[in-house]
C-alpha cells in the first residue's frame, strides 16, 4: 500500500523519458540554429556581395552619363572654362545625386575633382555609386580632348533646314581620310556622311536625293537607308556663332578678314604649311576662273557659292541668311563643312571627304591663342578609389 | 512476508524481459538517433566548409581581379617604366603594375605578382619582395589564368613555362580560383572563374 501511494505521488511518470526528449530536442535545436546562422551568415554575405555590384555599376553609369553629358554639348573646347568649374557643371546636370532609372534605392554622385589640377586638356572626374545596405563604390577617370571632329563629313546644325542635289557626280564621304589621300585611313572610324541635329532634317536630306544619288553619300552606316545620314549631337548654333566670334578675336595673323564678293584668279587661302582663319563678310562666290585653295578655317558669313576649282584642307563655316553651298566646278575639301543649308549642284565634280588630320590643322593654327574646335571626350585612365 | 510481497494491481514492476527488450529498443532508438544526428552534424560542418571555400575563393578573386584590372594605369598619362602593365603572364602566374602614387615612374611597390605555390598548396601575392599567402587550399591547377586578346582569341605566347608574347595586347585576362573545402569529409571542391577587363587598354577607354 505504502509502495503504491509513492508511486501515485510520482504521477504515474516512470524512466527518464523527459530528460531524453529534452536531450533530443536540445540538440535538434543546437542543430537548427546552428544551421540558421551559418546560412544566415552566407545571406549576408551574398546580399552585400549583391549590393556592392549595384553600386559599382552605379558608379560607372554615372561616369558614362557625365561623358555623354559633355559630348552631347558638341563636345569640349577647355575643361576648365566649359566643364570644371561649379556653374558649367552644373549646367551639365552633375554634382547632385541621380537615381538610377527603374532602379529607385541605387543612386550616383558624379564630380570634378581638383586634384590632380584640371587642365584645359584634361581632368578628373570621380563617381560614387550607392546601393542598399550602405554600399557604396567610388570610381574615377581621367579625361582629355585629344582632337576635334564633326558630325558629318556635311554637318548642318540648324533645325527645319532644307536640302537641295543635283547631278551626280558629288561624292561626299564621312569615311576619315589623310590630308590629300584618296582613301581612307585603314582602321579609321570616320563619322556620318552628312549629319543633322535631328532625324526629321535627316530623313529631309535623304529624301532630297534620289535613288542614283544615295550612295554618293558614304560613311557610317545608318541602318535602313544607303545614304549615310543621320541625326548627331554636334555644336548647336548658339555655339557656332561663339566658335566664330572666338575665331574672329584671334590675331591678325592668323585671322584674314576680307569683305564679300567675288573670289576670281588664283586665290590662295592659307596653306597646309602655313593655314589661316579667312572670314568673308558676306555673300561669297568663288567664280571659275582661276584656281583657289585654301587652309585652316574658312568661314562665310553669308552664303558661300562655289563655282570654280577649289581644293580645301580644314574647316567651312558657312553662317548667314543664304546659307547655300553650291558646287558647279572641281572641288575638293578635305576636312569638314559646317554649314546651315545644303544645296550642291553638281556640274563639274565635288568631293568632301571628311579628314580628322585636317581638323586637327584647323584647330592648331599657329598664332591661335586657344583651340576653336569642339572635341569630344575620351576616357584616358580609369582608377578605383 | 506474504503480504508484503504481494503487489497492488498495475504497479507489478517490470520483468526481466521486459527490461532486457526495452533495454534493446533504446540501444536501437539511441544508436539511430545517434547516427542521425552525427550525418545532419558532418552535414552541416560540410556546408559550412563548403561556404568557406566558395567565400574565400570569391574574395580571393574580387582581390586579384581588382588589382588586374587596374594593369597599365598611367594617371599623369604617361609612364615610360610601366611598360604594358602586364608581365610575366603564365598559365599560373601573372604580375600587374600601374602607377599608383601618380608620380609618372613605376616604384618597386607597384608591381603585383600572383602565384601558385604548390607546396604550399596557396595562391600568393608578392609586392616589392614580400610574399603573403592570399588564400590556401588550392588543389594542384587550382589557379589558372587564361589571356584574351580584344576580338576574344587567346593571346600568343612562347617560351618554356609558356608566356604571353605581347603583354600589350591583352585585354581581358579569365581568373580561375579553384578551392578545396578544408573541414569537408570528403574532398570538396569549389571553382569560381571571372572575366576581368584591363580597363586601362585602349578597348576598354573607348567604350564612349
Known amino acids: 500500500m505504502n509502495d503504491m501511494t509513492s508511486r501515485t505521488a510520482t504521477g504515474g511518470e516512470r524512466g527518464s523519458s523527459m530528460v531524453l526528449v529534452l536531450l533530443v530536442l536540445f540538440a535538434i535545436l543546437t542543430l537548427g540554429v546552428a544551421g540558421l546562422s551559418s546560412a544566415g551568415f552566407g545571406i549576408t554575405l551574398s546580399n552585400n556581395y549583391r549590393t556592392g555590384t549595384q553600386a559599382e555599376q552605379a558608379a560607372e553609369s554615372g561616369l558614362i552619363h557625365a561623358v555623354k553629358a559633355m559630348n552631347n554639348t558638341g563636345g569640349v573646347i577647355s575643361f576648365l572654362t566649359e566643364v570644371a568649374n561649379t556653374s558649367s557643371w552644373n549646367t551639365l546636370g552633375m554634382g547632385t545625386s541621380l537615381t538610377m532609372p527603374s532602379y529607385s534605392n541605387i543612386q550616383y554622385t558624379v564630380n570634378y575633382l581638383n586634384t590632380p589640377a584640371p587642365t584645359a586638356t584634361t581632368m578628373w572626374i570621380t563617381s560614387t555609386g550607392q546601393a542598399p545596405g550602405s554600399s557604396q563604390r567610388t570610381i574615377n577617370e581621367r579625361l582629355g580632348i585629344l582632337q576635334p571632329y564633326s558630325c558629318g563629313a556635311i554637318d548642318l546644325p540648324n533645325s527645319g533646314i532644307s536640302a537641295n542635289f543635283n547631278g551626280n557626280n558629288f561624292s561626299v564621304d564621312g569615311n576619315d581620310y589623310a590630308i590629300g589621300a584618296t582613301t581612307p585611313t585603314a582602321g579609321s572610324t570616320g563619322t556620318l556622311g552628312i549629319s543633322t541635329r535631328t532625324q526629321t532634317d535627316a530623313d529631309t536630306v535623304v529624301g532630297a536625293l534620289s535613288n542614283q544619288q544615295q550612295d554618293n553619300v558614304a560613311g557610317i552606316p545608318v541602318t535602313g537607308q544607303v545614304a549615310s545620314v543621320g541625326p548627331c549631337t554636334g555644336p548647336s548654333p548658339t555655339r557656332l556663332q561663339s566658335i566664330v566670334s572666338t575665331a574672329l578675336s584671334q590675331p591678325s595673323p592668323p585671322v584674314v578678314s576680307l569683305p564679300g564678293g567675288n573670289v576670281t584668279g588664283n586665290t590662295t587661302l592659307g596653306t597646309v604649311a602655313s593655314p589661316q582663319i579667312t572670314y568673308y563678310d558676306g555673300d561669297t562666290t568663288i567664280k571659275a576662273t582661276g584656281n583657289s585653295s585654301g587652309s585652316g578655317i574658312l568661314i562665310v558669313n553669308g552664303g558661300l557659292t562655289i563655282q570654280g576649282n577649289l581644293d580645301f584642307t580644314g574647316l567651312i563655316i558657312v553662317l548667314g541668311t543664304t546659307q547655300i553651298t553650291t558646287v558647279t566646278g572641281n572641288a575638293t575639301v578635305y576636312g569638314a563643312i559646317w554649314t546651315t543649308d545644303l544645296s550642291l549642284t553638281v556640274g563639274g565634280s565635288a568631293a568632301v571627304r571628311y579628314s580628322s588630320p585636317s581638323l586637327a590643322l584647323a584647330n592648331s593654327i599657329p598664332g591661335l591663342t586657344q583651340p576653336l574646335l569642339p572635341q569630344r571626350v575620351q576616357v584616358l585612365a580609369w582608377s578605383q578609389g | ?208
Do not use: H
Not at chain 2, 601575392?125 to 584574351?148: A, E, K, M
Open chain 2, 1 to 208: 512476508m506474504t503480504t508484503a510481497r504481494s503487489r497492488p494491481l498495475g504497479a507489478a514492476g517490470f520483468t526481466m524481459l521486459e527490461l532486457l527488450v526495452a533495454t534493446a529498443i533504446s540501444l536501437v532508438l539511441g544508436a539511430a538517433g545517434f547516427f542521425f544526428f552525427r550525418a545532419q552534424l558532418m552535414s552541416l560542418t560540410d556546408q559550412s566548409a563548403g561556404l568557406d571555400a566558395i567565400e574565400g575563393s570569391r574574395a580571393a578573386l574580387d582581390f586579384m581581379a581588382n588589382d588586374i584590372r587596374l594593369a597599365g594605369l598611367k594617371p599623369t598619362g604617361s609612364c615610360a617604366t610601366c611598360g604594358a602593365g602586364l608581365s610575366g603572364a603564365q598559365a599560373t602566374t601573372i604580375t600587374v603594375a600601374w602607377d599608383a602614387n601618380s608620380n609618372g615612374t613605376l616604384d618597386a611597390n607597384e608591381s603585383i605578382t600572383y602565384a601558385y605555390n604548390s607546396s604550399s598548396k596557396a595562391v600568393t601575392r608578392t609586392v616589392n619582395g614580400t610574399t603573403t599567402t592570399l588564400i590556401s587550399n588550392v588543389p594542384s591547377g587550382g589557379l589558372s589564368f587564361q589571356y584574351l586578346q580584344s576580338d576574344g582569341s587567346a593571346a600568343a605566347m612562347s617560351g618554356s613555362p609558356a608566356t604571353v608574347t605581347t603583354p600589350a595586347n591583352v585585354t581581358t585576362v579569365l581568373v580561375t580560383v579553384q578551392v578545396q573545402a578544408a573541414k569537408a569529409t570528403s574532398p570538396w571542391n569549389t571553382t569560381i572563374s571571372s572575366r576581368v577587363t584591363l580597363r586601362n587598354r585602349a578597348s576598354a577607354l573607348a567604350r564612349l
